[in-house]
């Protein structure tokens, strides 16, 4: 447990500053960068899986235990960006959710919808553009997509005890 939290707290910390590094560079609308908030969750999720098998387990984890530990660990990922986006969007950025709206339906334009089509899509978005509904789904958000990473991570982490003093992989 104080291995999951302590790479959540780690691993949080890192796509927060990230965030704020981008934000403050004006570099959040980048694609290419946000995908660095992915290398850091897979990398720290693996980092923790090993680690908790190398410190804790003497060197070998099952394929279920360490799916187990990377899915704690991103449960206390998801709690902490849930506050990190709740203050974000509430008192950082207070005009993010607008422009996150703005973007959205420019997409929409670009991607030739009717106005008919843009209408209906922006009014079903509003339904879910607030700041209670944003923190909700950066926590759900992190707690599947970091499910989805243990379960990849955790075929390369998994070192089983065979008994007989080798290691099965």
């Known amino acids: 447990m104080v291995v999951s939290l302590g790479y959540g ?3 949080a910390l890192a796509v927060i500053v990230l965030t704020l590094i981008l934000f403050l560079l004006n570099l959040d609308q980048v694609k290419g960068l946000a995908w660095l908030a992915y290398v850091i969750l897979f990398g720290g999720l693996w980092l923790g899986q090993l680690n908790y098998r190398n410190k804790y387990l003497g060197g070998f984890i099952t394929y279920g235990k360490a799916v187990t530990i990377g899915l704690l660990i991103s449960v206390f990922i998801g709690i902490i960006m849930g506050i990190f986006t709740f203050v974000f969007y509430k008192y950082i950025n207070p005009g993010g ?22 209408e209906q899509g922006m009014m079903i978005a509003r339904k879910f553009s607030s700041v209670g509904m944003f923190t909700f789904t950066a926590i759900a958000a992190n707690i599947l997509l970091g499910l989805i990473f243990s379960l990849i991570t955790a075929v390369f982490v998994k070192k089983e005890d065979s008994g007989f003093g080798q290691p099965t992989v």
């Open 9 to 11: 707290v780690i691993i």
């Open 97 to 118: 959710i607008e422009e996150a709206m703005l973007l959205a339906e420019q997409n929409m334009m670009d991607q030739g919808s009717t106005d008919l089509e843009i």
